[in-house]
């Protein structure tokens, strides 16, 4: 069975103080990486898919990575409006659109 | 290009009732998906639909279920409500065009069953 955990939970940081969010999985066959960003009362916005080991993608202040067991989405010199929950979710090869979410890591930013 | 539409945005429900939540997908996007969010499981997969058929469910009880009409526009229904299917339910439509595209999300329904 997919499974996604993130870490931390929670992450409280200085507006500036670069960090990285940790996202582990176990797929069988990874056919896609996601990561999304939640504001409270809104659905998930997406923000970027990866597909390999190896694979980095930029967007912003964010920058996102994927390993074969884990990605990472850094964060650096950020504001407070990046406060936000961040989901990541892993999607299986097999044809199937379903997503597994981890729980999310709930950042907040203080100026 | 409008997003993702869901209906209604509140929803207050009596344990025993039932209810049906709407979702419009974004124009051209002909996979819709529907997932349970709640503050101890996280988002959790209902079920997914691709013209008119639903092609996998997760772990949900009988009393969860969905449509697709020949417009894309979803449906769910919840019959039997219990309390603990208080929750946002999320739908996301997808275009299909590639394989693990992102997909969007919209701003949910927020159920609350008392």
């Known amino acids: 069975e997919d499974q996604v955990t993130q870490s931390p939970e929670a992450l409280r940081l200085q507006e500036g103080e670069s960090s990285s969010l940790n996202c582990s999985y176990t797929?069988?066959?990874?056919?896609?990486l996601f990561w999304y960003r939640q504001d409270p009362g809104k659905g998930p916005e997406f923000l970027f898919t990866?597909?390999?080991a190896g694979e980095e993608k930029e967007k912003e202040r964010l920058k996102a990575t994927l390993t074969k067991k884990e990605s990472f989405l850094h964060i650096t010199a950020p504001k407070p409006e990046d406060s936000a929950t961040y989901l990541c979710?892993?999607?299986?090869?097999?044809?199937?659109?379903?997503?597994?979410f981890g729980k999310g890591t709930k950042l907040t930013v203080n100026p | 290009k409008a997003g993702v539409t869901q209906t209604p945005r509140y929803l207050i429900k009596t344990r025993g009732q039932q209810v049906t939540l709407s979702c419009s997908p974004i124009?051209?996007?002909?996979?819709v998906s529907w997932y349970q969010q709640t503050p101890g499981q996280g988002l959790q997969f209902l079920f997914e639909?691709?013209?008119?058929?639903?092609?996998n469910k997760g772990n949900f009880p009988g009393r969860f279920s969905g449509r697709q009409f020949s417009n894309s526009r979803s449906e769910m229904n919840v019959s039997t409500l219990e309390l603990g299917d208080s929750a946002l339910y999320l739908c996301?439509?997808?275009?299909?065009?590639?394989?693990?595209?992102?997909?969007?999300f919209g701003s949910g329904t927020r159920l609350t069953v008392v």
């Open positions: 797929v069988s066959g990874l056919r896609g």
């Open positions: 979710a892993v999607q299986s090869q097999g044809g199937s659109e379903k997503l597994v």
């Open positions: 990866l597909y390999s």
């Open positions: 639909y691709f013209s008119e058929t639903q092609r």
């Open positions: 124009s051209g996007h002909r996979s």
């Open positions: 996301a439509s997808s275009s299909l065009s590639g394989a693990g595209r992102g997909y969007t």
